[in-house]
């Protein structure tokens, strides 16, 4: 099967591009043929101010990438696309060009961008769903996109549009949601039910099991106030076993975390700063547990799937996908979202309970051997391509003149 990826990264490359290479690198290890249509945002450091205003109006649909894109599938002749990412260089026009050549489309949903500006359903500290059970103006009167409320406008402006052509209704064929609870989320938003396909994240590489754990706990991941960071220093502020910590990331609260690391003269909390993979997961592999105490919606958090692949328990917070992934008291612990005091507790449990933990760790593995290896995951996704080359239909005439007509 020859097949069409797109992806549209950000200024800061992450997870979505590791995914992204992750599945283009299984698909053609198991022989199928790729074709790559890449963009990034960081072209746009290139814009003149004038040529920026100028984008407001492509990144809603633009007729050139749309021109672009259809070149390359009238050379290319794919089988299927399927798209991660549009936002922003590449706009939602290259829906259309698949269309008008019947050309089935699957759309994997990474984050919430398509319901919340601000792709995280967070705002200020706490869970925001304003925009799911009411209008996009919520996004655009707090500022949710950069805390800018022009930047605001221009997301919620292409998210309104493409509702009011119903360009995702009519151009994609089937949607894949990371968990159940993305799917129950994107549906409540509109998508049909028949169309919203749960398929998981992976670990690409096989890292086997931990033989053998050390005296500590491990956070790995962005250091940015969603991810429950403050919660995680106060909880080891007044843990009452001793416990060590090791956090490994970078990100926007690195300094602001290793002040209070340092002021609070925390000696059981070390900061590793960012590591490679290979040492990543050789830390995890002697961690006792790892912590993932993040107080949002988290799309599907690959540190969780990696602790899994090692054998390592989770202790995570009783929210979104996570409360999902990790089965609480079978493959880690949940606490309650920010609740140091609680998270606390739990870690106090998992310190007295090593053979209970143990155990944990080994079902974590067993469910990683399930549901995440490279394997399985080729074969949902090849279930899912099948139903979207299954369920082509042949556009009405008058819709394709609409398709076409699109500014």
């Not at 283009?24 to 022989?31: S, T, V």
């Not at 259309?96 to 601000?118: D, G, M, S, Y």
């Not at 220093?233 to 956090?247: M, T």
Request: aromatic share 10%; net charge neutral.
């Amino acid at each position: 099967m020859k097949i069409c990826l797109v992806q549209n990264s950000y200024e800061q490359p992450g997870g979505e591009d590791v995914v992204f290479e992750q599945e283009r690198a299984n698909l053609e290890r198991a022989g199928h043929s790729t074709i790559v249509y890449h963009r990034s945002n960081s072209e746009i450091q290139a814009f003149t101010p004038l040529t920026r205003i100028a984008f407001v109006k492509d990144m809603v649909w633009s007729t050139g990438t749309r021109r672009e894109f259809s070149q390359l599938l009238d050379r290319e002749a794919p089988d299927l696309v399927h798209v991660h990412n549009t936002f922003f260089m590449i706009s939602p026009s290259i829906y259309a060009a698949c269309k008008a050549r019947e050309i089935p489309v699957v759309q994997t949903l990474h984050n919430f961008r398509w319901i919340c500006p601000a792709y995280s359903f967070y705002r200020d500290g706490r869970v925001c769903e304003d925009c799911l059970n009411g209008s996009l103006w919520n996004s655009i009167c707090h500022g949710c996109y950069r805390n800018s409320r022009a930047a605001t406008a221009g997301v919620a402006m292409i998210l309104a549009w493409q509702r009011l052509l119903k360009t995702w209704e009519k151009c994609i064929d089937c949607y894949i949601a990371l968990t159940e609870f993305g799917r129950e989320k994107f549906i409540a938003a509109g998508l049909e039910p028949r169309k919203v396909f749960v398929k998981p994240n992976f670990v690409e590489a096989d890292p086997g099991p931990s033989h053998g754990t050390e005296d500590y706990a491990l956070y790995v991941g962005r250091l940015s106030k969603e991810k429950g960071l403050d919660t995680l220093l106060r909880a080891w502020e007044n843990v009452s076993v001793r416990c060590p910590l090791q956090i490994i990331g970078d990100g926007p609260e690195r300094v602001a975390l290793q002040d209070q690391i340092r002021q609070r003269n925390f000696s059981n909390v070390i900061f590793q700063g960012f590591l490679s993979r290979v040492k990543t997961i050789a830390a995890m592999k002697r961690a006792r547990f790892v912590v993932v105490p993040s107080e949002w919606y988290e799309g599907f958090p690959m540190v969780i799937a990696e602790a899994m692949a090692c054998g390592v328990p989770v202790i995570c917070s009783r929210l979104g996908a996570m409360q999902e992934i990790v089965d609480d008291r079978s493959t880690g612990l949940h606490f309650a979202p920010g609740d140091a005091e609680d998270l606390g507790r739990k870690v106090a449990w998992a310190c007295h309970h090593p053979a209970e933990m143990s155990e944990m760790g080994h079902t974590a593995r067993r469910e990683y051997e399930r549901r995440y290896t490279a394997e399985r995951n080729y074969e949902l996704l090849m279930e899912i391509y099948e139903k979207a080359l299954r369920g082509v239909r042949a556009v009405p005439r008058l819709a394709m003149t609409q398709l076409s007509a699109r500014p």
